[in-house]
């Protein structure tokens, strides 16, 4: 079954400062691969998608992740973070054909600092 | 156009109860997901119904199931409430395909006293 770890629970970044979330997945075969963010008391928000299109996704908000398969990796960047980037950030991934869930890791709650 | 809406938005419950959690999916979608998120976890997968049926299921009790109805819409009825069951019940649509992307609605808060 296809899985993601989250490598770090907490990340602390200061206003402007770049942020970095790593996500590695258990795969030999490059799955579906998601980035979610969460803010508090809502559902969870779609921020990009890798579908085997481009190594390099844009998603909204100013997100970018690269997909890398040599390192079984799909980390999610943002040049520089605002107050309002504050929240939980959660990787998912689905399986190529036949399975239809979404696995997903632990998640990494990002708090930004003035 | 509105996206995914569940409802109610809390619900409290004793022990031994049972409970219905309902979800209308985004527009244009037929496909309708649901995941349990325990406090402080990433959300786990229950099950999915596509065309009114369960297509796949997560690792979870017979006490969990579901329904989805001609207008795509859905329920999850959990039976037997333990404490364990406290949690965010989030419901998600899609459109047919492993690679297109889920939406997700604002949650359930289900709480078991």
């Known amino acids: 079954a296809q899985s993601v770890t989250q490598l770090g629970s907490h990340v602390s970044v200061s206003e402007g400062a770049l942020v970095l979330l790593r996500c590695n997945y258990s795969?030999?075969?490059?799955?579906?691969l998601f980035w979610y963010v969460q803010y508090p008391n809502q559902g969870l928000q779609l921020l990009l998608k890798y579908t085997s299109a481009a190594t390099l996704v844009k998603g909204i908000n100013g997100f970018e992740a690269e997909f890398k398969k040599s390192e079984t990796s799909f980390h999610l960047t943002k040049p520089s973070a605002h107050m309002s980037d504050a929240a939980e950030y959660f990787c998912?991934?689905?399986?190529?054909?036949?399975?239809?869930?979404?696995?997903f890791g632990a998640g990494t709650t990002v708090t930004v600092r003035a | 156009d509105a996206g995914v809406t569940q409802s109610p938005t809390h619900l409290i419950k004793t022990r031994g109860q049972q409970v219905t959690l309902r979800c209308s999916p985004k527009?244009?979608?037929?496909?309708v997901s649901w995941y349990q998120q325990a406090l402080g976890q990433g959300p786990q997968f229950i099950f999915q119904?596509?065309?009114?049926?369960?297509?796949q299921r997560g690792n979870f009790p017979d006490r969990f199931s579901g329904h989805q109805f001609p207008n795509y819409s859905s329920e999850l009825n959990v039976n037997a409430l333990l404490l364990g069951d406290s949690a965010l019940y989030l419901c998600?649509?899609?459109?047919?395909?492993?690679?297109?992307?889920?939406?997700f609605g604002d949650g359930t808060r289900l709480s078991i006293l």
């Open positions: 998600a649509s899609s459109s047919q395909g492993a690679n297109q992307p889920q939406h």
């Open positions: 795969s030999s075969v490059p799955p579906y």
């Open positions: 998912a991934v689905s399986d190529l054909g036949g399975d239809y869930k979404l696995s």
């Open positions: 527009s244009g979608h037929d496909t």
């Open positions: 119904y596509y065309e009114e049926e369960e297509r």
